[in-house]
């Protein structure tokens, strides 16, 4: 306990510098790019930037201004939702140069890009492959035809790169009246979006709320960082929320892979203050997260799976779970968009070194590497993986061949079978992990255990999409312009 209490005020006293920082880069942001209200030509003449509204609370911004100078959100969080809808099969200007234009989020920063890069265009900031310059590029193409993710594509400048999402307003809500995303599913990825549109929604939602007999004020579904900042939110202002989660509390972190990551920046988590954690390990955040669903005294019902969102003619809504019925006013999604992982039921699945995604090769060098799985996931992490040439990596697939990959996976991977930069093991099944191994049944019914640091099931999973249209709820293209 008093390890806990000491951790806790270590925290808070990191947090305390760097929230005055912020707060001064915000004060700084608000002034616009020039620097300051004085134009540099008339000593004295304020100068009249562009504004528009915040998204979230309405305040006149400045155009190019990075924090709202009022409620302090980072307008970036709203890009995506402000995006213009557009016809995914539409054609494009042929007459275009075409330019990279990088997800990062699916980015595993291999740096494959950027070697075979002719024109030294691209760049590897932070393990993600960037474009400093979009003028370098003569468009050589070569970059996208090996990214082994997809995660760079080729788009005609003046264009952008295409989203599919669900349709969500500024507002959070979805089409559907009094139905809210969040998070993930919605487009923000990063753990200070998800958390700052928790809080956000919540705000959002609360005057319109008012308690009834049998109903909850709002439902939440998913406890990952946007659910449970909804969650921490609703109690702050009183509100009488629900939050069922179909996992564990915040499984989207449990993913995570066992390596350490930074958050360079607080948060501010709603009933608990400001939270750094930096240069840290998803078993470290999740041991923080746990200490404030603990100490603020929320109920997490988890293990508690969203089979259906019904609306009423009076519009409340009925939420089905494997566990009954919760009836609300109002529903917050929060769930993840890579939907519930498929996963193998063996002894060990449990270890800390067992994750259903990878996120980042980088992270991965001298090690001894499982990938378990057939799909385009599985075939791009194996491949990025063996591209860090200190490591060792086996993949074990049930089936006979790759036959269901695109055939540029399919091409890359058993070149790097070929080239014994892979262990493959066709028609295998793994009957356990330990902590420095993982036994497989092969395909002649012996076993063989393996040296193994890290397991990855990359077995597919549910889409939150089907969900999505099951409740009413519209998908879109969205363009986001890149270069």
């Known amino acids: 306990m008093e390890t806990l209490i000491f951790f806790v005020f270590a925290l808070l006293l990191m947090a305390i510098p760097i929230h005055f920082h912020l707060k001064k880069l915000r004060e700084q942001a608000s002034r616009g790019p020039a620097g300051g209200a004085k134009s540099s030509a008339t000593a004295g003449t304020k100068t009249e930037l ?3 509204p915040c998204a979230q609370c309405g305040t006149p911004v400045p155009k190019g201004t990075i924090f709202c100078p009022k409620c302090g959100t980072p307008l970036a969080m709203y890009d995506l939702k402000k995006a213009p809808i557009v016809d995914p099969n539409a054609p494009e200007d042929e007459s275009a140069p075409l330019k990279p234009a990088i997800d990062v989020s699916a980015c595993i920063g291999c740096g494959t890009c950027v070697s075979v890069c002719p024109d030294n265009a691209l760049a590897l900031v932070n393990h993600k492959a960037v474009l400093p310059d979009p003028d370098l590029c003569t468009g050589h193409a070569r970059c996208a035809s090996v990214c082994p993710t997809g995660a760079l594509i080729l788009v005609r400048k003046g264009s952008g790169r295409k989203v599919q999402v669900p349709f969500v307003k500024e507002n959070y809500e979805t089409n559907v009246e009094g139905l809210y995303i969040v998070g993930e599913l919605g487009g923000m990825a990063l753990i200070k979006h998800a958390v700052n549109e928790g809080r956000n929604v919540i705000e959002r939602i609360r005057s319109q709320v008012k308690p009834v007999e049998g109903l909850a004020d709002v439902v939440v579904i998913g406890a990952g960082p946007a659910g449970l900042s909804a969650a921490l939110s609703a109690k702050k202002y009183g509100i009488n929320a629900v939050t069922i989660e179909a996992e564990e509390l915040a499984s989207t972190i449990r993913k995570y892979p066992r390596n350490k990551f930074v958050m360079a920046e607080p948060l501010d988590i709603p009933l608990y203050g400001n939270l750094w954690v930096q240069d840290t390990s998803k078993e470290g955040l999740l041991g923080v997260w746990q200490t404030i669903v603990t100490n603020t005294g929320i109920t997490i019902r988890e293990h508690t799976r969203c089979i259906n969102i019904l609306k009423q003619p009076d519009g409340t809504f009925i939420v089905k779970t494997n566990e009954g019925v919760v009836r609300g006013q109002r529903v917050i999604l929060a769930i993840g968009r890579r939907g519930s992982p498929r996963k193998l039921n063996v002894p060990g699945e449990e270890l800390a070194k067992v994750t259903y995604q990878l996120t980042d090769t980088n992270d991965y060098t001298n090690c001894d590497v499982l990938i378990v799985g057939g799909g385009d996931s599985a ?3 194996a491949v990025g993986l063996a591209n860090q040439k200190t490591n060792r990596v086996s993949v074990s697939y049930r089936k006979d061949s790759f036959d ?7 091409d890359a991977i058993n070149a790097a079978i070929k080239e014994k930069r892979i262990d493959m093991y066709f028609g295998s099944n ?14 002649d019914g012996s076993e063989k255990k393996i040296a193994n ?8 999973g549910e889409s939150p999409n089907e969900f999505l249209n099951q409740i009413g709820v519209e998908i879109v293209t969205r363009m986001l312009p890149v270069v």
């Open 50 to 52: 562009p504004s528009l």
């Open 379 to 381: 075939i791009e992490a």
């Open 404 to 410: 269901r990959a695109m055939q540029r996976n399919q």
């Open 430 to 443: 793994v009957l356990k992990i330990d902590d420095n191994s993982v036994l497989l049944k092969l395909k």
């Open 453 to 460: 640091d890290y397991t990855f099931l990359l077995l597919g």
